[in-house]
């Protein structure tokens, strides 16, 4: 158990419509990362949160958004889903914001089947 | 943009074979950490790499950075079943955000 929660593990939804996934970090730690994880794909970056304040960009679209709240917990929001849209979505969390010495907790993320 | 390069994306291997992933940059890396992501699980980290020629062992795991700090290589001896799944590298350009690499995936043959 890496101490990274997230919900739901399993989503399915129909083209257009709106999700919300949901990350708490470890105790302590103060990044949230969001990756996407298409069917045998890599991990792509989306977005980094420190301590409230957006991080770091990546290949995110514009139909989707994020943000971390006080408690630090980090919600990610796709809108307007595409099938293609289908994947596993990860969420890390490290305890300082820079990648140098900084390891990377990854939650056992949510699978999302947009139908 | 940055990108780090990982070979090869698929292996599979007899049981008791060895395995060896590598990754490479045109550009000088900051550092370079490994991770290693189960059948149906999340990527859980290994190990970080820092130094130029540095290597490190994990009982049966070595990971090795290059000279010029532009690539780095995973190597396993004598694979075990417990072996199975992708290996990622995610490498630090010094902009302190982690690019993983496309990721290797291991399947052993009994």
């Known amino acids: 158990d890496s101490g990274v929660t997230q919900t739901p593990k399993h989503l399915i939804t129909a083209t257009g419509q709106r999700v919300t996934l949901r990350c708490s970090p470890r105790s302590g730690d103060l990044s949230v990362y969001w990756y996407q994880q298409s069917l045998d794909q890599g991990l792509q970056f989306l977005i980094q949160?420190?301590?409230?304040?957006?991080?770091a960009k990546g290949n995110i679209l514009e139909r989707f958004s994020a943000q971390q709240f006080p408690d630090l917990h980090s919600e990610l929001n796709l809108s307007s889903l595409e099938l293609g849209d289908s994947a596993l979505y990860f969420c890390?969390?490290?305890?300082?914001?820079?990648?140098?010495?900084?390891?990377?907790?990854f939650g056992a993320g949510t699978r999302l089947s947009v139908l | 943009g940055q990108q780090v390069m990982q070979i090869p994306q698929y292996q599979h291997v007899q049981e008791g074979e060895d395995f060896t992933t590598y990754c490479n940059s045109s550009t000088t890396l900051s550092n370079i950490q490994w991770y290693k992501q189960r059948p149906g699980g999340h990527p859980v980290f290994l190990i970080q790499l820092v130094k130029s020629g540095e290597v490190k062992k994990q009982k049966r795991l070595t990971f090795q950075f290059g000279e010029a700090k532009k690539n780095s290589s995973l190597h396993i001896t004598a694979t075990q079943t417990t072996d199975v799944g992708t290996y990622f590298c995610?490498?630090?350009?010094?902009?302190?955000?982690?690019?993983f690499g496309t990721g290797t995936r291991l399947t052993i043959i009994p």
């Open positions: 949160y420190y301590n409230g304040e957006e991080r």
């Open positions: 995610a490498a630090n350009f010094g902009n302190e955000k982690l690019t």
């Open positions: 890390a969390s490290s305890v300082s914001e820079g990648a140098w010495g900084n390891i990377q907790y």
